[in-house]
């Protein structure tokens, strides 16, 4: 028999009722596994249902591991460190490297090797539910009622399954630009599983994706034109480092097109044709729309058993990750909270203690680190400058460095490398940390740890760095920047 959750307020299913399992998943994503796996750790009886595995997703086309592993930041991490080569090649020549002769880049070479990784993660998730001692069923999965799951298959076949508990964790899908010609576009499923290269892209959007799709297609040599709607790319991020980031990517030579939309896509012999709202005219290869994403929720049945949604389709849950019916639970980007990987694997763990492990426990989306994969990579922590100063009582303490990255002193390329500090002036403490050149993810996710313990400026001032090294820069910036008032804003979300 399941364990009670042990959360003030729950009403118990009665111990007379009997149910097929304890706990049934619908979505073997990051969520799903991560909370199958810990369910049946603390003595559940789970089960889990996914689609049959293809990289690019569908009604009846899913696979272990979900979009992150899949057509997300797996496969998307690959062709990133396929594309930085062009770049280094470039690099190598100052550090003595002679390289004579074409360097030609095989396409095809690497979209074999991506999906055969991304086959073997596939696999490599199914041992994980199967060694858990969690039953796999493949199909799709709706709501009969608040304990009953239905899982149907692409040949009109359904079988019903009853549960105590049920977790919702289908993860998000791309959305469409609905303007005239979009079925000529793609989204990042197709992207990434191309047949060819595409010689000439244009990308509409300016958030994480599109940025870094332009970062990758122009890495490999493609003319890549990217489009977005507010004067930089990346709303939501520091302004500041959103700038950097828009410099950068004009170093690389990817075309910006800010304050600018689509209008429509029409086909010609040479290639897609893109109107834009200016009235300006090119010709692609490729369309790319990395608009958003929205909530893998319609065909859930939601209703039947009491689930409510939000306007875009986002299940509603309380802090505990349990939505309006009591018995039902969702987790991950179904939920619209916080959409990264990282974040679902959390709310499934804090899940499944609580209601399987007698911890009550919350997600704490405090401090949640997080990359974006353009070339070079940003990365954040915290509180940018703009949310520093709306939730802050008084001033802002800025420090930033900008410099050459040694690499770059021999290798002449021009691209510097940013950080970032954000400290409230009364208490020291550091609200965030912002950086902007290589290995940025990898030095953010160390800050992550010191501003969850929460470290002062003064902690970072005592640290000793290592040397030579870019992330000794954040333990070295002892000269004031800025000091900001909340009373002098600066513009945000441009």
Not at 410 to 436: N, P, W
Request: hydrophobic share 40%; glycine share 10%; aromatic share 6%.
């Amino acid at each position: 028999m399941a364990r009670k959750m042990l959360v003030d307020g729950e009403a118990p299913v009665a111990d007379g009722e009997a149910y097929d399992y304890d706990l049934f998943v619908i979505g073997a994503g990051s969520g799903g596994v991560r909370g199958s796996r810990t369910a049946a750790s603390f003595g559940a009886k789970v089960a889990i249902c996914e689609l049959p595995f293809h990289p690019i997703s569908s009604d009846w086309q899913g696979g272990h591991g979900g979009t992150c592993v899949i057509r997300g930041c797996v496969p998307k991490k690959i062709l990133v460190y396929g594309s930085s080569f062009r770049g280094e090649f470039e690099d190598a020549k100052n550090f003595g490297w002679e390289i004579n002769g074409d360097i030609n880049f095989n396409w095809k070479k690497l979209l074999e090797n991506k999906t055969k990784e991304i086959v073997r993660l596939n696999e490599v998730h199914q041992r994980i539910i199967a060694n858990a001692g969690v039953t796999m069923i493949e199909g799709a999965g709706s709501l009969i009622d608040a304990h009953t799951v239905e899982v149907s298959q692409p040949d009109g076949s359904k079988q019903r399954y009853t549960a105590k508990h049920i977790l919702i964790a289908t993860g998000s899908r791309a959305q469409r630009v609905n303007i005239p010609g979009k079925e000529l576009a793609i989204a990042s499923d197709e992207a990434l599983s191309l047949e060819e290269l595409p010689k000439r892209a244009v990308i509409l959007g300016g958030g994480y994706i599109a940025v870094e799709f332009a970062s990758i297609w122009r890495g490999m040599g493609a003319e890549v034109d990217l489009f977005y709607r507010r004067e930089l790319p990346l709303r939501g991020f520091d302004d500041e480092m959103r700038a950097v980031v828009a410099r950068n990517l004009e170093g690389r030579g990817i075309k910006l097109h800010p304050g600018t939309n689509l209008s429509e896509l029409s086909k010609t012999d040479d290639g897609i044709k893109v109107v834009t709202d200016k009235g300006e005219e090119l010709i692609a290869d490729v369309v790319l729309f990395a608009t958003g994403r929205t909530p893998n929720s319609q065909r859930l049945n939601l209703q039947a058993a009491g689930v409510e949604v939000d306007q875009i389709g986002a299940i509603k849950v309380d802090e505990y990750s349990r939505t309006s019916a009591p018995s039902v639970w969702a987790v991950g980007d179904v939920t619209n909270r916080i959409n990264l990987t990282p974040v679902a694997l959390m709310e499934a763990t804090c899940f499944t203690k609580s209601v399987f492990g007698g911890q009550p426990v919350k997600p704490d989306y405090r401090d949640v680190p997080c990359a974006v994969f353009s070339i070079p990579p940003l990365s954040v922590v915290g509180l940018s400058e703009q949310q520093a100063l709306e939730e802050a009582k008084g001033d802002i303490l800025v420090f930033t460095s900008s410099f050459n990255p040694m690499k770059n002193s021999i290798s002449k390329r021009q691209e510097k490398t940013i950080m970032k500090l954000v400290v409230d002036a009364e208490t020291d403490k550091v609200l965030g940390a912002s950086m902007c050149g290589p290995d940025a993810p990898e030095i953010i996710q160390g800050i992550a740890v010191a501003l969850k313990c929460g470290a002062t400026k003064a902690n970072f001032d005592s640290t000793v760095g290592i040397h030579p090294s870019a992330a000794e820069e954040f333990v070295t910036m002892r000269t004031l920047t800025r000091r900001v008032s909340p009373t002098s804003k600066p513009k945000t979300n441009l």
